[in-house]
C-alpha cells in the first residue's frame, strides 16, 4: 500500500508526513511532495499475558456484525521475531492492521507488549488514535489456565509461570484494564465492543 511505494514518484520506503482530515488520513511524500488519501481509523490494542483470555476474546468477536475487525496476534509470529526486542513484530501488525483498516472497520489487535510498544511506533503516526487496554486474571486462575494448557504449549514450566505472573502483575496496572476472572465470557466482550465503540 502507500507504506512502501509512493504512487507519484515511485520510490520506495520515501519518508512520508500525515495529517488528518476528519476521518481521511492525507500521506505527503518527503521526497516528490506528493499526496494521496486513505481512509483514517482509529487502532485498538488489547495486551495480556498468555492466559488472560485474548485469543478466546478474539475468537468470540469474529463475527460479521462485530463493529471492529478483531485480529489474534498470534497469527503471524515466526521465532525469527525472538530476540530482536519485538518491535518488528509490533510494526509488522500496525502495517496490517493500518491497511485491513481500509476495508471499512477500525481493527482490534489482540497480543502481548506494553502500551508504549505502540504508542511509540513510528507506525502509530498514520492513525489518528491508538487505544489501548490491559487484560490481565487473578494470579490462581491465570495460573490454573496455563497449567491445563496441552503439554506441547510448553506454559506449566516454572520459569514461564513466573514471567506472566510478572506481565500479568504490570498489564492489571494499565487504565483501562479488563480482568477475565471475575466476569464471564460475554460480559468481556461486550466491555471489549464498548471500549471501542465509545473511542470511534
Same mark, same amino acid.
Given at each position: 500500500m502507500f507504506l !512502501? %511505494?509512493? $504512487?507519484?514518484? #515511485?520510490l520506495? &520506503? +520515501?519518508k512520508k508526513t500525515v495529517r488528518f482530515l476528519g476521518r481521511r488520513g492525507v500521506v505527503r511524500c518527503e521526497e516528490c511532495g506528493g499526496e494521496h488519501e486513505y481512509l483514517a481509523l482509529p487502532l485498538? %490494542? %488489547? *495486551? #495480556?499475558?498468555? #492466559? +488472560? #483470555?485474548?485469543s478466546t476474546l478474539a475468537l468470540r468477536l469474529q463475527r460479521p456484525e462485530t463493529e471492529f475487525l478483531p485480529l489474534d496476534g498470534d497469527l503471524l509470529w515466526r521465532q525469527e521475531f525472538a530476540g530482536q526486542g519485538n518491535g518488528a513484530f509490533f510494526t509488522m501488525w500496525m502495517q496490517t492492521a493500518l491497511n485491513a483498516s481500509q476495508g471499512g472497520k477500525p481493527v482490534m489487535l489482540f497480543l502481548g507488549g506494553m502500551p508504549q510498544d505502540f504508542l511509540q511506533n513510528p507506525m502509530a503516526a498514520f492513525f489518528p488514535a491508538v487505544h489501548v487496554l490491559g487484560l490481565c486474571a487473578d494470579e490462581e486462575d491465570l495460573v490454573a489456565r496455563l497449567r @491445563? =494448557? $496441552? @503439554?506441547? =504449549?510448553?506454559?506449566?514450566?516454572e520459569d514461564f509461570l513466573d514471567a506472566m505472573r510478572a506481565y500479568n502483575a504490570a %498489564? @492489571? &496496572? *494499565? =487504565? $483501562? @484494564? *479488563?480482568? +477475565? !476472572?471475575r466476569a464471564p465470557l460475554e460480559d468481556c466482550a461486550k466491555a471489549l465492543r464498548d471500549f471501542a465503540l465509545f473511542r470511534t
Open positions: !512502501s %511505494v509512493c $504512487p507519484h514518484c #515511485g520506495y &520506503q +520515501t485498538f %490494542v %488489547v *495486551l #495480556g499475558a498468555s #492466559g +488472560t #483470555g485474548k @491445563a =494448557r $496441552p @503439554a506441547w =504449549r510448553s506454559s506449566a514450566h %498489564v @492489571a &496496572q *494499565l =487504565r $483501562p @484494564a *479488563l480482568n +477475565t !476472572s
